[in-house]
């Protein structure tokens, strides 16, 4: 196998790898979000022990692209891909601590019964991991219309925590422990609100790997 060749099928390992660990990373925040609506508790501790599994894709991933990047002396266009690549797995790593953050307050809340039926996290938590999919399709397609797209996204995932934001603060009273579950619950909706804008991240770094350009989609 010639190096170029042997190269460029690195460069698809890699990529595959990426999407692996995408996959997990949406399944965390399904998973974190569903223990809380349904107060499982071994679902929320499933969700915390798979975090060191993320962790442990996340040095995989950032070893092979420095052994690319230290034997193969890539071109611009190649070393922008596995730049972006080192980039996207920060974030997904940042996401997964997100879906663990979730799990960890299902556990807080253990013995408790939810305030109200979960309706605005579910649905934040749906439009994250829609944006995390589109995100690495992005990726993979280089598709910089893919990647812009996201911004609006995020913007419906903002319009739900201020949303959540207004209704909780209206809710708060002189129950301690009703205020202590409706903060937990108001800290939920801040990290799902973190992952889409993480997602935005994702966007931004494809956009730089096709054009070299850097584009700011959280405004």
Not at 29 to 58: G, P
Not at 88 to 113: F, N, P, W, Y
């Amino acid at each position: 196998m010639d190096t170029r060749k042997g190269f460029h099928q690195s460069l698809q390992e890699l990529q595959h790898d990426l999407l692996k660990m995408g996959t997990l990373v949406e399944e965390a925040i399904h998973l974190a979000v569903k223990s809380l609506a349904q107060m499982d508790q071994e679902l929320a501790e499933k969700v915390v022990a798979q975090d060191d599994q993320i962790d442990e894709m996340m040095l995989q991933i950032e070893n092979g692209c420095l052994r690319l990047l230290a034997l193969q002396q890539p071109m611009a266009g190649d070393l922008r891909v596995i730049g972006t690549a080192l980039k996207i797995v920060t974030d997904l790593e940042r996401i997964a601590d997100h879906a663990t953050d979730i799990a960890k307050t299902t556990l807080r809340l253990s013995g408790e019964s939810l305030i109200k039926p979960l309706i605005d996290i579910p649905r934040m938590a749906d439009l994250a991991k829609a944006m995390v999919r589109e995100a690495l399709t992005a990726y993979v397609e280089r598709n910089i219309d893919r990647a812009l797209a996201l911004a609006e996204k995020d913007d419906e995932v903002d319009a739900l925590y201020t949303k959540m934001f207004s209704e909780i603060v209206t809710m708060m009273g002189s129950s301690r422990a009703m205020n202590r579950q409706l903060t937990h619950l108001l800290m939920v909706a801040r990290y799902l609100e973190r992952v889409g804008d993480h997602a935005t991240n994702l966007g931004e770094w494809v956009i730089y790997m096709v054009t070299g350009k850097r584009q700011d989609l959280n405004k």
